[in-house]
């Protein structure tokens, strides 16, 4: 990558302010079930999945209809964004990133909390960054009653029965946080 001048620099920096709001948004229209918002923050060839596999959809009507059939699973939702890092390669348009999370949900009435991690990708369509692609993964999602379960491997309850958690995969998968050396 060639070095950058001021106003590239500068330029950066808004685009990361931009997309950590970005990522701070999502909790606000997923929170608030706005359908137009899903379609504000992601691209329209979008792609939105998870690490279990259970979300797969690809372009933005896809993506609308997995959340709104989502949300009829749940009550009141409060999310929340912790870390977030974001990285630049050499076409300005583009970026990706890691975002820490944590949901409070209410599924089919009952109360859980949720621990997330989303691996992302952007892009800047029309001068606005949004996702162009989404994979969420759980370290847990259990019935608050359930939080001391935190450290079994079958941490995740989301669909009514035990799964394992996608992470820490330090523990959990055969290549370890491999994947972690693109980041630091």
Sequence with gaps: MTALSTEQRL??????EEIQELGILYGYVMD????EGIRQIFAPDAALR???GVFAAHGIDEIVDTYLGRFKALGPT???SHGHVVRFGDDPDRAR????????????GVAMQVALRYKDEYVRNDGRWQFASRLMSYMYYLPI???SQLGNRN?????????PSDWPESLYAETGSAWLRDWV
Aim: proline letters at 0%; hydrophobic letters at 30%.
């Design 11 to 16: 330029q950066r920096l808004e685009d990361r």
């Design 97 to 108: 990133g890691l975002l820490a999370s944590h949901a409070e949900v209410d599924r089919n």
């Design 78 to 80: 409060n999310h929340f």
């Design 155 to 163: 941490s995740v309850r989301a669909y009514g029965d035990e799964r």
């Design 50 to 52: 998870s690490a279990d």
């Design 32 to 35: 608030e079930r706005d359908e």
């Design 145 to 147: 009653a359930e939080l």
